[in-house]
């Protein structure tokens, strides 16, 4: 079993930065694929990006390429997402996924979330 917690969250101005982590125990999350995920108020959970188990490739929801980017540090068993220019849409509660093993493109594993709420 993983256990995955986000941290980072917090409330910000639009135009702000904030840098997400998501620290996997239980079992490293070395082979597993990770992704970010959002849920906005009255809002379905919708994907924000991904990086593989060897960070060889990430990829991102149009709505925030160019001003998120998902990285991950193995030997920490920890996931990053530094968010930049953040907009009041940006305002959700973030929640970070792993998969189970490498080959595998679907998540297993969640995490609580954390709230990010971005003023205008």
């Known amino acids: 079993q993983v256990q995955l917690v986000e941290s980072g969250g917090g409330l910000v101005q639009a135009g702000g930065s904030l840098r997400l982590s998501c620290a996997a125990s239980?079992?490293?999350?070395?082979?597993?694929?990770m992704g970010w995920f959002r849920q906005a108020p009255g809002k379905e959970r919708e994907f924000v990006a991904r990086?593989?188990?060897?960070?060889?490739?990430?990829v991102y929801a149009d709505s925030v390429k160019g001003r998120f980017t998902i990285s991950r540090d193995n030997a920490k068993n920890t996931v990053y997402l530094q968010m930049n220019s953040l907009k009041p849409e940006d305002t959700a509660v973030y929640y970070c996924?792993?998969?189970?093993?490498?080959?595998?493109?679907?998540?297993?594993?969640w995490g609580q979330g954390t709230q990010v709420t971005v003023s205008s």
């Open positions: 996924a792993a998969s189970s093993s490498w080959n595998r493109s679907e998540y297993d594993y």
């Open positions: 990086i593989t188990w060897n960070g060889g490739n990430t």
């Open positions: 239980g079992r490293s999350v070395r082979w597993s694929n």
